[in-house]
């Protein structure tokens, strides 16, 4: 079994989670437009207790699957 760039990229980002915020900031869209992404279920999240994450593989997977690259990932 051979690993491709993708995967691999799945595997070095594991289980690291981001914030509304964080994952804001990657995407370099308000945190309105972070909520409004996850009330739709275009972006999946996990609540541990009271706090709500998103893990940095399933953002990776939707700028992916959009075609666009977030600002900060280009710089």
Same mark, same amino acid.
């Given at each position: 079994m051979t690993i491709n =760039? /993708? =995967?691999a990229t799945l595997a070095n980002d #594991?289980?690291?989670l981001l914030t509304i915020e964080a994952? $804001? =900031?990657?995407? $370099?869209? !308000? +945190? #309105? $437009?972070v909520?409004?992404?996850l009330d +739709? #279920? /275009?972006v999946a999240s996990i609540h541990i207790g009271r706090s709500r994450g998103i893990a940095l593989a /399933?953002?990776?997977r939707f700028v $992916?699957? !959009?075609g666009?690259?977030?600002m900060s990932a280009a710089s």
């Open positions: =760039d /993708e =995967d #594991g289980c690291r994952a $804001a =900031d990657f995407l $370099a869209i !308000s +945190r #309105g $437009a909520y409004h992404l +739709r #279920g /275009e /399933e953002l990776r $992916a699957k !959009s666009q690259v977030p």
